[in-house]
């Protein structure tokens, strides 16, 4: 239906803002759905650093969107 590029994500821990991540595109599906895409040739370690703080901290909260990386 939509998309979004360069969505702007605050990774916090504690309470305590670790850095911003931004992921490629918001893709808001006509099924209902919702996915951040990310679209990696190369995976720098602090892109691997970001993700793990993302995916501990931000998705189980936001379980309204599925994470893709695309390769």
Do not use: M
């Not at 821990?13 to 990310?38: R, W």
């Not at 190369?42 to 993302?54: D, G, P, Q, V, Y």
């Not at 501990?56 to 390769?71: G, N, Q, R, S, T």
Request: net charge negative; with cysteine.
């Amino acid at each position: 239906i939509s998309w979004q590029r360069q969505i702007k994500i605050p990774l916090e821990v504690n309470g305590k803002l670790i850095a911003n991540y931004y992921c490629d595109f918001l893709v808001n599906f006509a099924d209902g759905h919702t996915e951040l895409q990310e679209v990696k040739g190369f995976e720098t370690e602090i892109f691997r650093l970001k993700r793990k703080i993302l995916e501990a901290e931000y998705l189980p909260k936001h379980p309204e969107y599925d994470y893709v990386i695309i390769k």
